[in-house]
């Protein structure tokens, strides 16, 4: 769910097998998106992924690089992420976000074109939107603790005034 003029367009690599069953984005209840928006600051209370909809009127939107579900990124051709990153920067083009929110280095690199290592936080500005990657909150990233993935969805919010 995505409107021009946003605060910020959060963007996820592609919907996973419970999202799709569940018709809605991080809707595994291992995945810690949502409690994330909701403990830094981004929304005011903690959405289930069937109200990912109110995100618009909190100036924020949601979509996937890539559309098509799978059990797991690695499960992505090479020819997907291509076809979504030229989709997303035609979207983005016409939607003009303030800043755009990759969940997940996976995504970002797919977007960016980038091979090697991706710090979290603030990356290089697409166009005028500022850009920042933050740690996937699947309950398959071992790579950050929750604390840390608060630190950097906090970091978001302070970006965007919130």
């Known amino acids: 769910m995505v409107a021009p003029g946003l605060d910020a367009i959060f963007v996820g690599v592609n919907p996973g097998i419970v999202s799709a069953r569940a018709a809605h984005n991080f809707a595994n209840p291992s995945n810690g998106f949502w409690r994330l928006m909701h403990e830094s600051g981004l929304v005011p209370r903690r959405l289930a992924p069937h109200e990912e909809g109110e995100l618009i009127a909190h100036g924020l939107g949601l979509t996937n690089l890539v559309d098509r579900v799978t059990r797991g990124v690695s499960d992505l051709t090479p020819a997907d992420l291509e076809r979504g990153r030229v989709s997303l920067a035609a979207r983005l083009a016409v939607l003009r976000p303030r800043a755009v929110v990759f969940v997940g280095v996976t995504a970002y690199r797919a977007f960016a074109g980038v091979k090697g290592v991706v710090v979290c936080g603030?990356?290089?500005?697409?166009?005028?939107?500022?850009?920042?990657?933050?740690?996937?909150p699947s309950g398959r990233n071992a790579h950050y603790r929750y604390e840390d993935m608060l630190g950097f969805f906090r970091g978001v919010a302070r970006a965007l005034g919130r």
């Not at 603030?122 to 996937?136: G, L, M, W």
């Open 122 to 136: 603030e990356q290089e500005a697409i166009d005028a939107a500022r850009v920042f990657v933050v740690p996937s």
